[in-house]
């Protein structure tokens, strides 16, 4: 089984910045990719950020030079650093896990993973 466990959200002014971290267990960390998404109030779960077990990485447009996600393979621990946060960043933030290693397929879908987190919540104040 594998457990994912998400924190570091917080309340954060325009501007500001925060760590999101993600906690893995239950199986090889550093053999599978691993993917940040989010949900704001009353839309669906999008895709934001995603790492092969190589470290390539592909980020969604809106976040793009603002975000960093990467990875500690001996922590088994994955990172969102998120900078020049904005009011439109607010959402809860899910890390994700495919179910297959070795795999990068569909990483910016959320039908590519088979695991998520509980989510950390992240609100950005004008």
């Known amino acids: 089984q594998v457990l994912l466990v998400e924190s570091g959200g917080g309340l954060v002014q325009a501007g500001g910045s925060l760590r999101l971290s993600c906690a893995a267990s239950?199986?090889?960390?550093?053999?599978?990719?691993m993917g940040w998404f989010r949900q704001a109030p009353g839309k669906e779960r999008e895709f934001v950020a995603a790492?092969?077990?190589?470290?390539?990485?592909t980020y969604a447009d809106s976040v793009k030079g603002r975000f960093t996600i990467s990875r500690d393979n001996a922590k088994k621990t994955g990172y969102l650093q998120m900078i020049s946060l904005k009011p439109e960043d607010t959402a809860v933030y899910y890390c994700?896990?495919?179910?297959?290693?070795?795999?990068?397929?569909?990483?910016?879908?959320?039908?590519?993973?088979?695991?998520w987190g509980q989510g950390t919540q992240v609100t950005v104040s004008s």
């Open positions: 994700a896990a495919p179910q297959g290693s070795y795999s990068y397929r569909g990483v910016r879908e959320r039908e590519g993973y088979a695991y």
């Open positions: 239950g199986r090889t960390f550093s053999s599978y990719s």
């Open positions: 790492i092969s077990w190589t470290g390539g990485t």
